[in-house]
């Protein structure tokens, strides 16, 4: 069971995760056809990816 204290931590978070794969989303586009934007919005995607669902799925299960 996760405190209270620490849930609202990981809603921090996961929204903040949330905020940043829509900006990488968004310069993925506008730099689409420049390589090095292409691989680097690619690799943060990634990780956003692994964090979002390490943290969101703690929060999804601790509010259910």
């Known amino acids: 069971m996760v405190?209270?204290?620490d849930l609202a931590l990981l809603s921090q978070m996961k929204d903040?995760?949330?905020?940043i794969n829509q900006l990488a989303l968004e310069l993925k586009a506008l730099g689409a056809g420049v390589k090095t934007v292409e691989k680097n919005s690619r690799n943060i995607l990634s990780a956003t990816y692994n964090l979002k669902f390490t943290i969101s799925d703690i929060v999804d299960l601790?509010?259910?």
């Open 3 to 5: 405190s209270a204290q």
């Open 16 to 19: 903040k995760i949330d905020q």
């Open 62 to 64: 601790e509010k259910k």
